[in-house]
């Protein structure tokens, strides 16, 4: 956003890709407009009204100066001078989403130590940023916490990176969520199971679902690239192997073993036998 003018609250609100402001309420724009007005028609008035014109003359003066002036003058003064009071409400709303908590997932690379998770939830506290949920999978090197965070809304990803780095993480990444983020992993995949259990030709899709993942073709499967860990590949008897790509976020294991669960499931359902249904 632009700051520009006496007044930088109000700036704030103006479009960043057409620079306009929301349009004011009628009521606080029409009384602007005659706070700006009626002291430049008064002194119209009394300048023509004194004059020696003729009556049509003096109207007309009167008309076009009026018209002219108000135009020029009287709108965009009201518009400049009286912005704050004119956006008022749009501030206001502003301010209360700015100071609504915002909701996060976020993921990072702890030593497997007794203190890890102290030093990060510390460096969370100093920003006000409440950790709501916690998934730790270990990995090579350390565990992988995944946590969904309640930050201030205005908090930064750059901020809450470096709370990250600061509490002892690496590899940090956080991305913005909803409050979806809350069901855990394992009620989704009991919920997807269930879907599957009813057709199992939908398990490219429940997977994809599941992982917040997109199902490549065999094509885009050989030919893009993709960082290490955002590509999982889940072998299947009837689909043939199904590779799904989350670019910029990497599957976790646990994430990996659902995923083939889920795979095995649906082999057992389409490939064992009929349920027999009693008479």
């Known amino acids: 956003m632009r700051h520009t003018g006496s007044n930088p609250a109000a700036a704030d609100l103006s479009c960043e890709v057409c620079g306009l402001m929301p349009e004011p309420t009628k009521t606080r724009l029409t009384v602007a407009n005659v706070a700006v007005m009626l002291p430049i028609e008064l002194l119209v008035h009394a300048l023509v009204v004194g004059t020696h014109l003729p009556y049509l003359a003096k109207v007309l003066a009167l008309t076009l100066t009026a018209t002219v002036l108000v135009i020029w003058v009287a709108e965009p003064s009201a518009a400049r001078i009286l912005r704050g009071w004119l956006h008022a409400p749009a501030l206001r709303h502003r ?7 915002a909701l996060w997932r976020a993921r990072t690379m702890l030593q497997d130590q007794p203190g890890s998770l102290q030093k990060i939830t510390r460096a969370l506290a100093r920003l006000d940023t409440n950790i709501l949920s916690i998934h730790v999978h270990p990995v090579a090197g350390g565990v992988l916490d995944e946590f969904v965070l309640s930050a201030p809304g205005d908090l930064s990803e750059r901020q809450l990176l470096a709370a990250l780095d600061d509490g002892g993480g690496s590899r940090s990444q956080v991305w913005p969520t909803t409050a979806l983020a809350m069901a855990d992993g394992q009620t989704r995949a009991l919920s997807l199971a269930a879907r599957i259990a009813g057709a199992p030709d939908e398990l ?15 094509t885009e499967a050989a030919v893009e690239n993709y960082d290490a860990g955002t590509r999982l590949k889940v072998p299947t008897a009837w689909h043939g192997p ?8 990497p599957f976790t294991p646990a994430e990996s073993a659902r995923a083939h669960r889920l795979a095995e499931l649906a082999e057992i359902l389409a490939h064992g036998p009929a349920p027999t249904h009693p008479m």
């Open 95 to 101: 301010r209360k989403l700015g100071a609504a908590p």
């Open 204 to 218: 490219p899709l429940a997977v994809a679902e599941l992982l917040h993942a997109r199902v490549l073709t065999p």
């Open 242 to 249: 199904l590779t799904f790509a989350r670019p910029g976020e």
